[in-house]
């Protein structure tokens, strides 16, 4: 025990038993040691941590605790120093088998030894370090998660809800204006892409209106002139109460497949009048030929009566041929503004030019018509969605059949929108619900090397560009088979 002031016995006794009080009211552990590091006391809270049940008092601390003493121990280093140098030391240790705890120690030199003061922190340290670690993860997350973001390989972006400036973006984003992040943040959306409508979509979002998937096209501030295409997703940024406090936004630029998609419809354009070249070549020999031999016949013509009835039945080839060559010049000249047409002389258009191959099949043409209004479109367009769906069903009955068409004045029950209903029907072998489900798939056919895949599709593009609608429906069956297409078209199907 530690030397008090001389008192009288009394006195001493009262002393000794308050700080004996005080020790074990203390929630610190404290512990004395003798010169030979023998304990000497230990006060209740010491007994619970290191005691393991055993009467300590008297005993060596090197002795009972030996995993104390190594190289570098700052358990001896403390107690040598509080104990041989008068100075106080403090330190943090652990201490394995059989104890399993961390403690946090003080020890200060006395008369007659030293005085250690310590604490077990185990469960503080296991906190402690569950934070580090959770710290840590989060750190590492928010890491990765930075690094996803920065190299993203679409544009991602957030805007204030104020005047819509960025607050930040990343490098994909600030590609698309050939600029770095940070010379884009803290301006708007609409003074780098002055797209109209832009600012309306935000306003909506603001409001709380997500937006996705939306197809947004226009010109960017950094490159005036060029006209792309994105597929954009804005979505409002909710904060604690509530509010939108921040626009999301996650763009993917679709200018090149734009491009290679007009690519395409030029390149089926261009099969489709190939084809149509064929019919028409045809088409007009026949007359040619007719009235090749007429001249022949009038030539040797015995009779200048007979001579000319044969010149007569030449003039009427003629005009055959010269109205073919007129219809194919009006099937052909794509008007730059729309027209109104009659469907009616749409399909006899089509018609005439395969007017060839339909006798040489032998298949039976049944026209319907019953369709009065006009239509407002472009009309060498849906010449070709016409002239795909007729030629289509000619391909699969090589052999005859039957072909109608008919056109008929109808509504769209899913708009409510009034307009033209042209149907044009084979009674061919049918399609099977697979071929259905990818016939407006492009580069899907069913006609082997002859086809290329893209007629229905770059239809079914143009009818839908005309707020039109195709639809098809086919059966197998052996008492009722055939093909069925319907094309719709609003009555201003393309808006003045």
């Not at 340290?125 to 690094?147: M, N, V, Y």
């Not at 009006?330 to 191959?357: K, W």
Request: overall charge negative; some cysteine.
């Amino acid at each position: 025990m530690p030397t008090f002031p001389t008192r009288t016995d009394g006195e001493a006794a009262t002393l000794l038993r308050q700080m004996q009080q005080f020790f074990e009211a203390t929630t610190d552990a404290v512990c004395f040691l003798d010169r030979d590091y023998c304990f000497t006391f230990l006060n209740r809270r010491a007994q619970e941590i290191v005691s393991m049940g055993l009467d300590l008092t008297g005993r060596n601390l090197f002795e009972v605790f030996p995993a104390t003493v190594y190289e570098g121990s700052p358990y001896v280093a403390s107690y040598h120093r509080s104990m041989d140098e008068g100075l106080p030391a403090e330190f943090e240790a652990f201490y394995p088998e059989p104890l399993n705890v961390w403690l946090r120690v003080q020890s200060y030199p006395t008369d007659d030894g030293i005085i250690i003061f310590f604490r077990d922190f185990t469960s503080e340290r296991i906190d402690r370090e569950a934070l580090r670690t959770k710290t840590l993860e989060a750190e590492r997350q928010h890491s990765e998660i930075e690094a996803i973001y920065r190299t993203a390989p679409i544009g991602l972006a957030l805007f204030d809800v104020d005047d819509y400036r960025y607050l930040r973006l990343n490098d994909r984003q600030a590609a698309f204006f050939g600029l770095k992040p940070e010379q884009i943040v803290g301006r708007t959306v609409t003074e780098m892409a002055p797209i109209p409508g832009l600012k309306e979509l935000f306003d909506g979002v603001r409001a709380g209106k997500s937006v996705i998937n939306y197809p947004l096209e226009g010109e960017l501030i950094t490159d005036p002139g060029e006209h792309r295409f994105w597929t954009v997703n804005y979505l409002p940024v909710y904060g604690p109460d509530g509010k939108v406090q921040a626009i999301s936004a996650a763009s993917l630029e679709i200018t090149q497949q734009k491009k290679a998609e007009r690519a395409l419809i030029e390149s089926e354009k261009l099969a489709v009048v190939g084809r149509l070249a064929s019919s028409i070549a045809h088409e007009i020999n026949n007359p040619l030929e007719s009235v090749t031999n007429l001249i022949y016949l009038a030539q040797v013509a015995e009779s200048l009566e007979e001579s000319r009835g044969y010149l007569t039945t030449a003039e009427i080839e003629l005009r055959r041929a010269a109205a073919i060559t007129s219809q194919t010049l009006r099937f052909h000249r794509q008007a730059t503004n729309p027209q109104l047409m009659n469907v009616r002389d749409l399909n006899d258009t089509v018609l005439s030019i395969y007017q060839g191959r339909i006798n040489n099949t032998r298949v039976r043409i049944e026209h319907r018509s019953r369709a009065r209004r006009k239509v407002h479109c472009f009309d060498g367009e849906i010449r070709q969605v016409i002239s795909n769906l007729i030629g289509n069903a000619l391909d699969v009955m090589p052999s005859g059949g039957r072909l109608l068409v008919r056109e008929r004045e109808a509504t769209n029950w899913r708009t409510g929108e009034p307009g033209v209903s042209i149907t044009i029907a084979d009674n061919a072998s049918g399609m099977s619900p697979e071929v259905q489900s990818r016939i407006f798939n492009p580069f899907f056919t069913t006609k082997g090397v002859t086809g290329t895949g893209l007629g229905l599709w770059v239809s079914k593009e143009i009818v839908q560009r005309h707020r039109g609608e195709l639809d098809v429906r086919s059966s197998q069956s052996p008492a009722h088979h055939g093909t069925v297409f319907t094309l719709f078209l609003p009555f201003d199907a393309v808006i003045r």
